[in-house]
Nanobody, 119 residues
C-alpha cells in the first residue's frame, strides 16, 4: 500500500520560511517523479513544484519561482519543499504527489499539511 505523509506545515509570519517534508512508502521511490500541489481556501488545487525521479530536473509555478525549492533524498524516500519569503497568498493546504516516471498523471497523493502565512 502506497502512502505519502506530509509534515512541516504551520503558522508563519509573512517573510518567514518553512520546510515541508513528505515521506513515501510502498513504492520504488526512485522511479517516481514527485511534486507539491497546494489548495487555498475556496480554490482549486494547483501545481507548485515538481522534481524528476532522479532529481536532476525541477519545475516551478511562476507564483513560487525564486522563493520555493523542491528537493529529494532517494535514500530516505523523502521529498522536501523549502519555502522562503512566504506571503499571505501562500496560505494553503500543501499536498505531496507521486507519478511513475513518464506518466502524465499523479497517481498517489498525501493527505496534506496546512500552511498559514499571516500578514
Amino acid at each position: 500500500q502506497v502512502q505519502l505523509v506530509e509534515s512541516g506545515g504551520g503558522l508563519v509570519q509573512a517573510g518567514g520560511s518553512l520546510r515541508l517534508s513528505c515521506v513515501a512508502s510502498g513504492l520504488t521511490f526512485s522511479a517516481y517523479g514527485m511534486a507539491w500541489f497546494r489548495q487555498a481556501p475556496g480554490k482549486e488545487r494547483v501545481f507548485a513544484a515538481a522534481i524528476s525521479w532522479g532529481g536532476s530536473n525541477t519545475d516551478y509555478a511562476d507564483s513560487v519561482k525564486g522563493r520555493f525549492t523542491i528537493s529529494r533524498d532517494n535514500a530516505k524516500n523523502m521529498v522536501y519543499l523549502q519555502m522562503n519569503s512566504l506571503k499571505p497568498e501562500d496560505t494553503a493546504v500543501y499536498y505531496c504527489a507521486a507519478r511513475y516516471r513518464f506518466s502524465d498523471n499523479y497517481k498517489y497523493w498525501g493527505q496534506g499539511t496546512q500552511v498559514t502565512v499571516s500578514s
